[in-house]
C-alpha cells in the first residue's frame, strides 16, 4: 500500500533558526496536504499543494510539492516559539476518498 | 457552528469490554473520517464515510465497526477492547469534495487496561 515518510522525526531548533521537514511518497500524489498538530491537540491544517512544482508561501512558512508529485517540503523561517508541534503531510492517489498521513516532525523551539 | 465534536474525551476500559465513540458535526460534511494515533505517530485511517448509509474500510479496521444512518453522526464501535487499542482517536470531516482540508474533532484518549 501508500507509504508516506517524513524526515527528520525530530528537530530541535533555536528560536530564529530555520526548520525544514520532508515528506515523500512511494507512489505519485494527486494532492499533498500539510497538518500542524500542537501538543495534546488535534491537527489543523495548513494548507495544500496540488500542481506539479508548486510553492506556497504562508507568511514565514513556505510549502513546496515536487516536480514528479511523490515529496514535499515544508520550511519555516527564522522559527519562533509558536511554530512548536508536530508537521504532517498526507497525500491523495488518484480520485481517492482517503488521505495517507506521513509519520510527522515534531519541532521544539528554544529560547 | 461547533464543528467535530467527539465524545468522552477519555476513557479507561478493561480487556474485552466494549465502547462507542461519538462524533457528530453540524457542518453538513458529507465525508467523515475516524483515525488512530499512537504516542510519537502518525494517523492512521480506520474507516470513513462518504455519505450517510456508506462506509468503508480503511488501514486498520480490524477490531472497529461504524455506522453512518445520519450526515451529522459517524460512532466508532470497539467490540472486544484490546490493549493494542490503546491510542487517541480522532474523528474528521470534510466539507465538498474529498480534496478539501479535513476538519479534526478533538480527539479520544482510551486506554486499555
Known amino acids: 500500500g501508500q507509504q508516506v515518510m517524513q524526515i527528520p522525526q525530530y528537530q530541535h531548533v533555536q528560536e530564529g533558526e530555520d526548520f525544514t521537514t520532508y515528506c515523500n511518497s512511494s507512489?505519485?500524489?494527486?494532492?499533498i496536504q500539510w497538518y500542524k498538530q500542537r501538543p495534546g491537540g488535534h491537527p489543523v491544517f495548513l494548507i495544500q499543494?496540488?500542481?506539479?512544482?508548486e510553492v506556497k508561501k504562508q507568511k514565514r512558512l513556505t510549502f513546496q510539492f515536487g516536480e514528479a508529485k511523490k515529496n514535499s517540503s515544508l520550511h519555516i523561517t527564522a522559527t519562533q516559539t509558536t511554530d512548536v508541534g508536530t508537521y504532517f503531510c498526507?497525500?491523495?492517489?488518484?480520485?481517492?476518498?482517503?488521505?495517507?498521513f506521513g509519520t510527522g516532525t515534531q519541532l521544539k523551539v528554544e529560547l | 457552528n461547533a464543528g467535530v465534536t467527539q465524545t468522552p474525551k477519555f476513557r479507561i476500559l478493561k480487556i474485552g469490554q466494549s465502547m462507542t465513540l461519538q462524533c457528530t458535526q453540524d457542518m453538513n460534511h458529507n465525508y467523515m473520517y475516524w483515525y488512530r494515533q499512537d504516542p510519537g505517530m502518525g494517523l492512521k485511517l480506520i474507516y470513513y464515510s462518504v455519505g450517510a448509509g456508506i462506509t468503508d474500510k480503511g488501514e486498520v479496521p480490524n477490531g472497529y465497526n461504524v455506522s453512518r444512518s445520519t450526515t451529522e453522526d459517524f460512532p466508532l464501535r470497539l467490540e472486544l477492547a484490546a490493549p493494542s487499542q490503546t491510542s487517541v482517536y480522532f474523528c474528521a470531516s470534510i466539507a465538498g469534495t474529498a480534496y478539501n482540508e479535513q476538519f479534526f474533532g478533538p480527539g479520544t484518549r482510551l486506554t486499555v487496561l
Open positions: 499543494l496540488v500542481k506539479s512544482g
Open positions: 498526507a497525500g491523495r492517489t488518484g480520485g481517492g476518498n482517503k488521505l495517507t
Open positions: 507512489t505519485t500524489l494527486s494532492n
